[in-house]
């Protein structure tokens, strides 16, 4: 199995910057891609950001050149860089990992992002 736990999230004003981070812990060796989930009230969760194993990136058109997504594999740490946030951004903030043959989809526990105008 694979666990994920979030930290980072918060209150911030619109052009600011915060920074998630998803700490890995398990088969950490087995994890294909990973990727951060952004909810926002009233709307279906959707991919933000994803890394795959090699290291190729990519992103919702909406966060291009605002958010970088990396991993630190000595840390075991993915991290979503988030600046130039904007009041749109505002969202509960879910990491995800896909592991195993199967694809196996596991959820961190969610960080929330607030940004005010």
């Known amino acids: 199995q694979v666990q994920l736990v979030e930290t980072g999230g918060g209150l911030v004003q619109a052009g600011g910057s915060l920074r998630l981070s998803c700490k890995l812990s398990g088969r950490i060796s087995e994890i294909n891609e990973m990727g951060w989930y952004g909810q926002a009230p009233g709307k279906q969760r959707e991919l933000v950001a994803r890394?795959?194993?090699?290291?190729?990136?990519n992103y919702i058109d909406s966060v291009k050149g605002r958010f970088t997504i990396s991993r630190d594999n000595i840390k075991n740490t993915m991290y979503l860089q988030m600046n130039s946030l904007k009041p749109e951004d505002t969202a509960v903030y879910y990491c995800?990992?896909?592991w195993g043959v199967g694809y196996v989809n596991v959820w961190g526990q969610g960080t929330q992002v607030t940004v005010s105008s």
């Open positions: 890394i795959t194993r090699g290291g190729n990136t």
């Open positions: 995800n990992a896909r």
